[in-house]
């Protein structure tokens, strides 16, 4: 579907809730917040499936849009959600709609509308409420400022394009607040955040010549630190300022052995494609998975399978 064909689809139907992804980001959240409350002004029923994983940061934005216990939808919509597997902690049943960018989407959902093109969900959702709406509401401008910016990197990531950039100027032309919004999430950081990213620094490794550098956050460096789930997001973002790096790996441990796996790279190397090896997708250019093993045998994995599909 293109995004014109799924504001019809949701046009001709009600009573929505919007799934998101667990381990939120900005994308997710405030795709389907500003999704939302588009619906709500198109005089339909629509709530967000409530994550319990949102941070701090960004649940102000998006808490007034989750459902109430006891809430029954007729239709089911994810946002930025690639497979089964990552459903919002605690939700089950079936998608009905499924908008996403990751080429990597699993086709879970009956209707789909996929832009694998698209630097962030948030392009595409802006491309359905212009439909369904014709504008955006200054709340809409800044959930979806939020989506963009956050999955471009401020607009640093090597995904940022013309498209990217047009789309970040139609929302500040909307109301978007772009100067509070950065400095909220690009600019100010919590003094326990600072002592973690000194941590992770610290501790980074080097491989290939430096081509390839990987960083592991692990539960005692958080303690360390005095550091929450707050001050984690976008930890991923840390490994690729090393000027020699083309692929960066962030490790971070999770309960009972595991391992969550971020990768950035250039156009050199296949992020999707490595992480698929692992059963995870994404982008070219960052994908993840996740591993049933400890960081440190994680990192050998990856380092084994990036020698066998990196010339």
Known sequence: MKPEEVAAWLAGRDRFLLVTHRNPDGDTMGSAAALCSALRRAGKTAYLFPNKQVTEKLLPFVQPCYASAGYSPEYTVSVDVATEKMFADGFSGNVDLSIDHHPSNSHY??????????????????????ALCGELTKEEADLLYIALSTDCGCFQYANTDAHALLSAAALVTAGADNARLNQLFFRKVSIPRIKLEGLIYANMS??????????????EMIAEAGATEDDCDDLAGLAGRAECGEVSITIRDYPGGHSKVSVRSGESFDSCALCA??????HKMAAGCNLPVPPLQARELLLQAIDEVWA
């Open 206 to 219: 080097f491989h290939r010549d430096g081509k390839v550098v990987v960083a592991i956050v692990t539960d």
């Open 109 to 130: 959902a009956p209707e789909a509308c996929i832009c694998g093109e698209r630097a962030a969900c948030g392009e595409i959702v802006l491309q359905v409420i212009t």
């Open 277 to 282: 090896r692992f059963g995870g997708g994404g």
